[in-house]
């Protein structure tokens, strides 16, 4: 079975400051992880995805994440909060076999001028 | 179009009433899914089909729900006698290797 965490519903960062959003997963198969955007009435938009090979993922926007094993976590960062950055960010596992993905609750990204 | 399709966007029901939600995935795609979002939650897993065949269905909450892909393109998920809980936004995304492309969902709301 696979699951989610994130840790911290609301995330509140200041234009300019480090984002720094929290995820850690369960699997009991090698993981495939995701991160995902979502906009107000908007669809889910991927961010990026680490499947194998290089543990530091860059995705579009100046996001990044680096899978850690040993922590099974998958954090998202970002050296420099826009305000267009402010959204839903949501952490997904797969088990890179049939691309179902188990989602976390998700994290509303809050920037302020 | 490029992108996952889904129709209605938004629809309005009354408790007890027969719903239809069409998905129109991404030409090619043979995988495509289902997932409810409920307001201030991640979205939940529904169901998945590979090709004409539900592959995993084991999201579905209970046989008021139904999902329907017959020729491998387009899906339907159906809901029988709606009930309020079932206001949710219903998303379908389609994938050709394992990357999922989200549809912008359809808002159902049950009165």
């Known amino acids: 079975a696979q699951s989610v965490t994130q840790l911290g519903s609301h995330v509140s960062v200041s234009e300019g400051a480090l984002v720094l959003l929290r995820c850690n997963y369960s699997s009991s198969v090698p993981p495939y992880l995701f991160w995902y955007v979502q906009y107000p009435n908007q669809g889910l938009q991927l961010l990026l995805k680490?499947?194998?090979?290089?543990?530091l993922v860059k995705g579009i926007n100046g996001f990044e994440a680096e899978f850690k094993k040993s922590e099974t976590s998958f954090h998202l960062t970002k050296p420099s909060a826009h305000m267009s950055d402010a959204a839903e960010y949501f952490c997904a596992v797969s088990d890179g076999n049939t691309g179902k993905l188990i989602f976390g609750q998700g994290t509303t990204l809050q920037v302020k001028p | 179009g490029a992108g996952v399709s889904q129709t209605p966007s938004n629809k309005v029901t009354e408790k007890g009433k027969y719903v239809e939600l069409r998905c129109d995935p991404i030409?090619?795609?043979?995988?495509l899914y289902w997932y409810r979002q409920s307001l201030g939650q991640g979205p939940e897993f529904l169901i998945y089909?590979?090709?004409?065949?539900?592959?995993?269905d084991s999201g579905l909450p209970n046989d008021r729900f139904f999902a329907v892909r017959p020729e491998g393109s387009v899906s339907t998920l159906k809901i029988q006698r709606t009930e309020r809980g079932d206001s949710a936004v219903y998303l379908c995304a389609s994938s050709l290797n394992r990357e999922l492309f989200f549809g912008e969902g359809s808002r159902l709301t049950v009165l």
């Open positions: 030409s090619g795609h043979t995988a």
């Open positions: 089909f590979q090709g004409t065949g539900a592959a995993d």
């Open positions: 680490y499947t194998t090979g290089a543990t």
